[in-house]
């Protein structure tokens, strides 16, 4: 993803801006606790499928919060390049790791 030519200022923006979303939904559910209850309690499709929808709503604007934080604060992932070994598909009856194995002395 490229970013503008203002990077860092284009971040804090909109690391603002959702941190503004994500408290704005936080308390109009905190305000309205007691009709959000009452409905999510009565069961049914419909309040089913109004916790997740809620659900989904909380964590796509937390998440783009969280995301723009962690941007301005730098963090990377670790992009290091992992080589596969091929599968061997002869059973030696150990599992590609080299253990000692017990030998019986010739009497």
């Known amino acids: ?29 905190f305000m309205n606790e007691k009709t959000v209850i009452s409905y999510f309690a009565t069961g049914g499709y419909p309040a089913t499928l109004a916790v997740i929808v809620t659900a989904f709503v909380f964590s796509l604007v937390h998440g783009t919060f969280a995301h723009y934080v962690v941007e301005l604060a730098g963090l990377q992932p670790n992009c290091a390049v992992v080589e596969m070994r ?22």
């Open 1 to 29: 993803m490229k970013m503008k030519t203002n990077g860092k200022a284009h971040l804090v923006n909109k690391a603002i801006w959702w941190g503004t979303v994500s408290l704005a939904v936080y308390a109009a559910l």
């Open 86 to 107: 091929p599968r061997r598909y002869v059973h030696t009856g150990l599992d590609d790791c080299d253990v000692p194995r017990a030998r019986v002395a010739n009497l």
